[in-house]
């Protein structure tokens, strides 16, 4: 069977609610919808440690997995998570500033392999960091100005778990359900 990956979709975002040394908890999923694509970049940088006036060891230390994603449109609602901002259900403005910060999120999504079924991604902390949109004159075509979203996958703060990510391969479709939740620490029994 073959199992490169041809697609990418479902994703959703779970506001961090508790991210220290001893829990981890989330929230409620929040849909992205339209996914196009996403690239991911591991970032490492190098921390010497020197002893006799030499590098005695050369560590390498992970400073996160970059991330951009593009999707067509974006509903002003979901710019507060992507973003940072504030919107206004009143006045159905939203609004952004420089000292606005954005929040730390759980991310899920799927790509479809070849042979039909998924592999699942599940990141523990993102951060969104840039929304990026070129706009250009309509020129009677079919182009789009796409939105482009920056971040930063990290590892979670859990001394006892900090992971960055965890894959699964489904092989039913009863198996998506695993994109539905992310696991809080300690468990919580419901």
Not at 4 to 16: D, H, T
Not at 138 to 164: H, M
């Amino acid at each position: 069977m073959k199992k490169a990956l041809r697609g990418l979709s479902g994703i959703k975002v779970f506001e961090l609610l508790t991210n220290t040394e001893t829990a981890y908890q989330v929230g409620e999923a929040v849909n992205i919808p339209y996914a196009q694509s996403m690239t991911r970049d591991v970032q490492t940088s190098n921390d010497p440690i020197y002893a006799d006036d030499e590098i005695y060891d050369d560590e390498e230390v992970f400073d996160g997995e970059d991330f951009e994603l593009q999707i067509p449109e974006a509903d002003l609602t979901l710019y507060p998570t992507l973003e940072g901002g504030v919107y206004d259900a009143e006045t159905q403005e939203y609004s952004w500033g420089p000292d606005n910060q954005g929040k730390d999120y759980a991310m899920t999504f799927k790509a479809l392999k070849k042979d039909g079924t998924y592999r699942m991604f599940r990141y523990y902390r993102a951060k969104f960091k840039t929304i990026k949109q070129d706009l250009t004159t309509r020129d009677g075509g079919t182009q789009i100005a796409t939105l482009t979203i920056s971040g930063t996958f990290y590892k979670r703060a859990l001394l006892t778990d900090p992971k960055v990510r965890a894959l699964k391969d489904s092989a039913t479709s009863s198996d998506l359900t695993w994109l539905d939740t992310v696991p809080t620490m300690p468990v919580v029994e419901v």
